[in-house]
């Protein structure tokens, strides 16, 4: 059911793509909102284990979005150079659409554990202990992801 690029020669390989994931830190979660409101809203994220995980509070806009319905979609950007001579940009992007579920252990310890990973920095061993011994504090979000492309500018394309 999900759609065909259209321009496909723009299209990312699967190496790239989950380059891109791996590579930045932040992308922004669109799920349908209050008032069937699409809500789109930023946050880190860490893609491990083939899913996209995010840390959350335990309630909110985004969490009761999910909950009501988990069908979502999440866009990170990886590049937006502005070509303002030729009133374009070379942008490289990916979208991944799947469902989003909060998580149970031992899968919520281990999603906390690779983000406390990717994010914490050259921040001491005991800091990090300290910080996953506390991690029921707060909800790990997963997305399985059903679709899953990238695109980039026709100026990236080899
Ligand atoms: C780069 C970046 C990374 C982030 N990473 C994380 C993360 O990993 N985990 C996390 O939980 N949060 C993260 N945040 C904060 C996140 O964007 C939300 O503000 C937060 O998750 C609360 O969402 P909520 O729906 O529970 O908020 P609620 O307070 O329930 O939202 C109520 C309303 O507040 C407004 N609102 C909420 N968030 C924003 C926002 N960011 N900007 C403008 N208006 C807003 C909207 O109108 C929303 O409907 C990040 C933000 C940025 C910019």
């Given at each position: 059911?999900f759609r065909?690029m259209?321009?496909?020669?723009q299209a ?5 793509i989950i380059a891109v ?5 932040n992308g ?5 909102g ?29 969490l009761?979005?999910?909950?009501k ?14 070509l ?5 940009s070379a942008?490289r992007s990916?979208i ?8 149970e252990?031992?899968?919520h310890?281990?999603?906390?554990m ?15 202990k300290h910080?996953v011994?506390?991690?029921e ?8 992801i ?6 980039q ?5 080899k």
């Amino acid at each position: 059911m999900f759609r065909e690029m259209r321009r496909n020669i723009q299209a990312l390989p699967d190496d790239e793509i989950i380059a891109v994931l791996n590579l930045n830190s932040n992308g922004v979660l669109a799920c349908r909102g209050d008032d069937d409101y699409p809500y789109a809203v930023p946050l880190n994220y860490i893609y491990f284990n083939k899913k996209i995980y995010f840390h959350s509070a335990k309630l909110g806009h985004k969490l009761d979005s999910i909950v009501k319905d988990p069908k979502v979609s999440f866009a990170v950007i990886d590049e937006d150079t502005i070509l303002s001579e030729t009133y374009t940009s070379a942008f490289r992007s990916v979208i991944a659409f799947g469902k989003a579920r909060i998580t149970e252990n031992p899968e919520h310890t281990e999603a906390f554990m690779a983000l406390v990973e990717k994010y914490s920095g050259d921040q001491p061993e005991e800091s990090k202990k300290h910080i996953v011994a506390h991690c029921e504090r707060a909800c790990i979000v997963a997305i399985d992801i059903e679709h899953l492309t990238g695109k980039q500018a026709k100026e990236f394309v080899k």
